[in-house]
């Protein structure tokens, strides 16, 4: 259990309570507001990520073109 992400859903479970939030959707939609619905990204989505960049070119994973030339 991460209570740091448990608690933080509580307060704003509160908060929408507090502004007269009372069905499931409207508690849901609360939590989806404050991106508490996400999944955290895993290890496969770093590697996804990864691989996206990796085919570049450069030193720093990219390369810059047209840099500095005027028409």
């Known amino acids: 259990m991460n209570t740091h992400r448990v608690n ?4 704003i479970l ?19 507001s404050a991106q508490l619905l996400q999944a955290p990204p895993t290890g496969d989505d770093t590697a996804v990520l990864t691989e996206d960049v990796a085919p570049a070119s450069g030193p720093l994973g990219f390369t810059v073109t047209g840099a500095g030339e005027r028409p």
Do not use: I, K, S, Y
């Open 8 to 11: 933080a859903a509580a307060r």
């Open 14 to 32: 509160a908060a929408a309570m507090e502004q007269g939030r009372q069905t499931p959707a409207g508690l849901a939609l609360a939590l989806d």
